[in-house]
């Protein structure tokens, strides 16, 4: 599958406000750290009125817990503390955000499919549309039934993407 930075995001670039919400099945493992990796760079960048940010799943069954332990702990070692709360999808979130961040391929057919307009259906992109490395991965591969190594890939994958996402939104190309 060939990469593509989608049009939406470009489009973003020369708003005041930019609502990103990134989500995966549980809430607990990819999104979460998405939600905690992007702020770190929007802290870094000093963009933090600019950005409002959050995450949630497509799968209520975790809803209230904290992320994973293990991605909680492969997190923290880079120097991250994911605070978030898992929280299902809600259909308000297609008006309250302008970007909704898909981790893999499932997640943004069901996004998409779930968009009540066809504007709606534009905020839906791919993660890994926004990484220039790892050309072997496709998506952002859910970890929860890998060891340490599916964990810190999916960082590896957020930090560079998440980067780049950033750069996209605040740079008028
Ligand atoms: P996530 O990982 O979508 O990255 O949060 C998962 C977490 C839980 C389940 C699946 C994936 N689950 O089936 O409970």
Request: glycine share 20%; aromatic share 14%; charged share 20%.
């Given at each position: 599958m060939k990469r593509e930075i989608p049009e939406v995001a470009r489009e973003?670039?020369?708003?005041?406000k930019v609502r990103i919400l990134f989500v995966c099945l549980?809430?607990?493992?990819r999104s979460p750290a998405a939600e905690g990796v992007m702020q770190a760079v929007v802290d870094n960048n000093r963009a933090n009125k600019r950005f409002k940010l959050d995450s949630a799943g497509l799968?209520?069954?975790?809803?209230?817990?904290?992320?994973d332990r293990r991605m909680r702990v492969h997190a923290f070692q880079r120097g991250y503390n994911l605070t978030h709360h898992s929280r299902p999808v809600r259909m308000s979130d297609y008006d309250n955000f302008d970007l909704i961040v898909a981790m893999d391929h499932s997640n943004y057919d069901r996004l998409r499919t779930m968009a009540p307009t066809l504007e709606d259906e534009r905020k839906v992109v791919r993660?890994?549309?926004?990484?220039?490395?790892?050309?072997?991965?496709d998506c952002v591969p859910?970890?929860?039934?890998?060891?340490?190594e599916g964990f810190e890939l999916v960082l590896d994958l957020l930090e560079d993407g998440c980067v780049n996402l950033f750069d996209i939104l605040s740079v008028k190309q």
């Open positions: 973003l670039a020369g708003k005041d549980g809430n607990i493992c799968y209520g069954g975790h809803a209230g817990e904290l992320p993660m890994i549309d926004f990484v220039k490395g790892f050309p072997q991965c859910d970890p929860y039934y890998d060891g340490a």
